[in-house]
């Protein structure tokens, strides 16, 4: 079974702090997600990965950044977090190839922003 | 602007009854439709893929529906189970050459005995 585990399960941390999360896949994964899930809003993407060292934006990329020195590894950054990045945020991973595949879900951090 | 549509409202339905959840889109022509179960404070578990060129998957007490004309897609869960009470989403590939997707808001269902 593919495995996505995520650093913390729930995250309290102060405006102006600078954060990290972070996401490790198992199953040797091309392709890793960070999205975050707001009710009412739905999951958005926030950057995702195709291989190491690479990053793209997804649809609300502000205010974050992120880093893929290995291949297992993605790690989401707030530099400078405020009380609108409180959410919840999911890291995904999914193969590579021609056609779009289904993403493994890790089980999800609760950042609180203060 | 691309769009997908989840019935916001929660489906209420009983024990034994069949489910039907509908995804709806448009301004856009997806290669693949995906279903995913969502259960409170977790991430989405993927259930079901179907191609644009495919009418209807099943998988055991799962079926999918895919109508690129109407641009929806149906989702249905017979004999349900109160272990069924979840929420589901369904995601497109609305991007061309990456493997990313976009997620509708989800429907929450609940089984009640």
């Known amino acids: 079974d593919v495995k996505v585990t995520q650093s913390s399960r729930y995250l309290v941390k102060r405006t102006g702090e600078k954060v990290f999360l972070e996401c490790v896949q198992d199953?040797?994964?091309?392709?890793m997600f960070w999205y975050r899930q707001d009710p009412g809003l739905g999951l958005r993407l926030i950057y995702f990965?195709?291989?190491?060292?690479?990053?793209e934006k997804g649809d609300i990329p502000e205010g974050y950044s992120v880093s893929r020195e290995k291949k297992e590894r993605f790690s989401l950054i707030l530099e400078s977090a405020s009380t609108n990045q409180t959410s919840m945020y999911l890291c995904?991973?999914?193969?590579?190839?021609?056609?779009?595949?289904?993403?493994?879900f890790g089980p999800g951090t609760r950042l609180t922003v203060t | 602007s691309q769009k997908i549509e989840q019935n916001s409202e929660a489906l209420n339905i009983q024990e034994g009854k069949t489910a039907t959840l509908t995804c709806n889109y448009t301004?856009?022509?997806?290669?693949?439709l995906q279903w995913y179960r969502q259960d409170p404070g977790r991430g989405p578990v993927f259930l079901l893929l179907?191609?644009?060129?495919?009418k209807e998957k099943r998988k055991e007490r799962l079926k999918v529906t895919f109508d690129t004309t109407l641009k929806q897609s149906l989702f249905h869960i017979t004999a349900s189970q109160p272990a069924d009470s979840a929420t589901y989403l369904c995601?497109?590939?609305?991007?061309?050459?990456?493997?990313?997707?976009?997620f509708g808001k989800g429907t929450m269902l609940l089984v009640s005995p």
């Open positions: 199953m040797d994964h091309e392709n």
């Open positions: 301004n856009y022509s997806p290669a693949y």
């Open positions: 995904a991973s999914s193969l590579e190839g021609l056609k779009v595949r289904e993403q493994y």
């Open positions: 995601a497109l590939d609305l991007y061309s050459g990456y493997s990313t997707l976009t």
């Open positions: 179907i191609r644009e060129n495919e």
């Open positions: 990965s195709y291989d190491v060292k690479m990053k």
